[in-house]
């Protein structure tokens, strides 16, 4: 079956430090990915998206992140952590066979900054 | 966030009652999607329209009826439901381009069956 693993409940990293939120999947063929972010009591603000092309894209708020293929993993990195980016982040992925619409989704990485 | 809206974004109601969910997109997208958010589970795609046609119907109960009355226009209609049903239900739009289009959220509505 196809899924999205996103393998650390929290993640706990200090202001300054550089972060990385892991996500990684198991579809067919050559996977489009997704990151977002969702603040309390927001909805789910959209990351960065990785279509084809270089692997490593950049998005919103100074975040990248670096698809590898061989070890099917789509990583969600910043070189210096800011307290701002305490939030919940999700990692999503559509498999190119499925409905246009279909995002299979991970379970959500709480990611903690502290001061 | 203005580009999605949802009212409420609070909403309390009993197994008894009837109410709607509405959302509105202001990003001229033709897909709307209806989405359940429970606590530490991946998001559940509930509905979806594109071109006010209902294309994807995720085996949700009969007591969740969604209406698309035109592009720009959401709702989900609730009625007899159960406090499983209590979460957060998010509303998404996107483009149809047919590749892999970005959805934008709304903020949500905090549903709680009592």
């Known amino acids: 079956a196809q899924s999205v693993a996103q393998p650390e409940d929290q993640v706990n990293v200090a202001e300054g430090n550089p972060l990385t939120v892991k996500c990684t999947y198991s579809?067919?063929?050559?996977?489009?990915l997704f990151w977002y972010v969702q603040y309390p009591n927001r909805g789910l603000q959209f990351l960065l998206k990785?279509?084809?092309?270089d692997n490593l894209v950049k998005g919103s708020y100074g975040f990248e992140a670096e698809f590898n293929k061989s070890q099917t993993s789509f990583h969600l990195k910043k070189p210096s952590a800011l307290v701002s980016d305490s939030a919940l982040y999700f990692c999503a992925v559509r498999a190119p066979m499925d409905s246009n619409y279909q995002l299979i989704w991970g379970a959500g990485t709480k990611l903690i900054i502290k001061p | 966030e203005t580009g999605v809206t949802q009212t409420p974004r609070h909403l309390v109601m009993g197994m008894t009652n009837k109410k709607s969910l509405k959302c509105e997109q202001h990003?001229?997208?033709?897909?709307m999607y209806w989405y359940k958010q429970s606590a530490k589970k991946p998001l559940e795609l509930m509905f979806v329209?594109?071109?006010?046609?209902?294309?994807e119907n995720n085996s949700v109960p009969s007591r969740f009826s969604p209406e698309c009355p035109n592009s720009s226009h959401l709702f989900l209609h609730l009625h007899t439901l159960q406090p499983e049903d209590s979460a957060l239900y998010l509303c998404?739009?996107?483009?149809?381009?047919?590749?892999?289009?970005?959805?934008?959220f709304g903020p949500g509505t905090r549903l709680t069956v009592l």
């Open positions: 998404a739009s996107s483009r149809t381009s047919g590749g892999p289009d970005t959805q934008y």
């Open positions: 990003l001229g997208h033709n897909a």
């Open positions: 579809v067919s063929g050559n996977p489009y």
């Open positions: 329209y594109s071109l006010e046609e209902r294309v």
């Open positions: 990785y279509i084809t092309g």
